[in-house]
């Protein structure tokens, strides 16, 4: 089963997968999807605040956050890791349950990312925001490391992050039964 859709003017067949036995979320996945990544991130942009950096979760979420980095000139964008890397002077936590995910994750920010974000104004950024739970861990760590959170988007609100006012996002992800029907 897939679930046709159109974003950012291209027309996409998702996989409608299982998460549940009575949920089902169709797979948008913009990894290795050259074109949609690059239409995408030019339709955030035309929405978007002004902000300083942006920030996004490992993993889906980076090839969004550098092209929109590649299409402004920023030398710079932030990436919250699923574990702590050797290279990172220290690090900031927060912890995360992802729709997509079977258990609790953690995010991490190196310290010397959170010092340049400081006082600084943060868009963030990443493909499909569902439950929230993910935004909630990358608005935790901007809190710490002292940014200011000017704007949320992602390409694609499922579920009841489509009626959430402080998303911005391009198109609206339903959810599906087991038979492929929208719920």
Not at 27 to 55: H, M, N, S, W
Not at 108 to 118: E, I, R, V
Not at 127 to 156: F, H, P, Q, Y
């Amino acid at each position: 089963m897939v679930y046709r859709m159109q974003v950012a003017g291209l027309t996409r067949d998702l996989p409608i997968c299982r998460v549940t036995d009575d949920l089902y979320i169709a797979g948008f996945v913009v990894f290795g999807d050259q074109e949609l990544t690059v239409a995408c991130a030019r339709e955030l942009l035309k929405r978007a605040p002004e902000y300083d950096y942006i920030i996004t979760a490992e993993a889906k979420g980076i090839p969004l956050a550098h092209e929109m980095a590649r299409q402004t000139g920023a030398e710079k964008y932030f990436l919250a890791r699923k574990g702590p890397k050797l290279y990172m002077t220290g690090v900031f936590e927060s912890s995360v349950k992802s729709i997509t995910t079977a258990h609790e994750q953690k995010l991490y920010l190196d310290t010397a990312d959170a010092a340049l974000m400081k006082g600084k104004r943060i868009l963030i950024v990443d493909d499909v925001i569902s439950t929230g739970e993910s935004l909630l861990a990358l608005e935790a760590l901007v809190n710490k490391a002292g940014g200011e959170i000017v704007g949320r988007m992602a390409v694609l609100a499922e579920g009841d992050a489509q009626n959430r006012e402080d998303l911005i996002f391009l198109e609206k992800l339903p959810l599906f039964n087991a038979d492929g029907t929208m719920k």
